[in-house]
């Protein structure tokens, strides 16, 4: 369990470990690399932003999109938001997020969802950090952003310089230097940014 700004999180220091034993479970030689089991440098500076800045979701309802290991949904929570919903499509990252939540003891509402084909939800505020990793990705998520931020709800992104960020829409709030808690993308120290969804 590592903790952060006084956050505790279960995570691990060895990707490949833990991508191994999701194959051997899953019987999946392709599965997904298991982004919940790791705190990424967009979601550090994202969670660092939200436990400085606690107005931005205090008292609000929030989102926390492509979840992962739930470190933003918690920073959001400890914030004192009213209501946090955190959503991934992997199951695994849903199991880690009420695990890590019980560690930290808020409550929040883990849902393994899709919501990118579907018009954006009642919330506040959506929270998306480290989303540009994968192109094809990077550009659903961005278009479903837009059109959240769009309509009226506050979208703030944690970034770490990801090539697939396009920065058009974009205005940056804050910039941290943030150890990220796995190598795989030599990311292990980097300057990672914090941007709000301007439309």
């Given at each position: 369990?590592?903790?952060?700004?006084?956050?505790?999180?279960?995570?691990?220091?060895?990707?490949?470990?833990?991508?191994?034993?999701?194959?051997?479970?899953?019987?999946?030689?392709?599965?997904?690399?298991?982004?919940?089991a790791?705190?990424?440098?967009?979601?550090?500076?994202?969670?660092?932003?939200?436990?400085?800045?606690?107005?931005?979701?205090?008292?609000?309802?929030?989102?926390?999109?492509?979840?992962?290991?739930?470190?933003?949904?918690?920073?959001?929570?400890?914030?004192?938001?009213?209501?946090?919903?955190?959503?991934?499509?992997?199951?695994?990252?849903?199991?880690?997020?009420?695990?890590?939540?019980?560690?930290?003891?808020?409550?929040?509402?883990?849902?393994?969802?899709?919501?990118?084909?579907?018009?954006?939800?009642?919330?506040?505020?959506?929270?998306?950090?480290?989303?540009?990793?994968?192109?094809?990705?990077?550009?659903?998520?961005s278009?479903?952003?837009?059109?959240?931020?769009?309509?009226g709800?506050?979208?703030?992104?944690?970034?770490?310089g990801?090539?697939?960020?396009?920065?058009?829409?974009?205005?940056?709030?804050?910039?941290?230097?943030?150890?990220?808690?796995?190598?795989?993308?030599?990311?292990?120290?980097?300057?990672?940014?914090?941007?709000?969804?301007i439309?």
């Open positions: 369990m590592t903790g952060f700004a006084d956050l505790k999180l279960h995570l691990s220091d060895d990707i490949y470990s833990v991508w191994g034993a999701i194959q051997k479970e899953t019987g999946e030689s392709d599965a997904p690399i298991p982004y919940w790791f705190a990424w440098g967009g979601g550090l500076a994202l969670a660092s932003y939200v436990l400085e800045h606690p107005e931005m979701v205090a008292g609000r309802r929030v989102l926390d999109m492509a979840s992962g290991s739930g470190l933003d949904a918690i920073a959001a929570a400890r914030a004192r938001a009213r209501e946090v919903v955190a959503v991934d499509i992997d199951p695994f990252s849903i199991a880690a997020i009420g695990l890590n939540a019980r560690a930290n003891n808020v409550r929040i509402d883990a849902r393994r969802e899709d919501l990118l084909d579907q018009d954006p939800p009642a919330v506040d505020v959506i929270l998306a950090g480290d989303c540009w990793y994968e192109e094809r990705f990077g550009i659903r998520i278009a479903w952003l837009i059109r959240a931020a769009a309509s709800i506050k979208v703030l992104i944690g970034d770490p990801r090539r697939y960020l396009a920065h058009d829409s974009l205005r940056e709030l804050a910039t941290y230097h943030v150890r990220s808690t796995t190598d795989l993308e030599d990311l292990g120290r980097t300057t990672a940014n914090v941007h709000e969804i439309v």
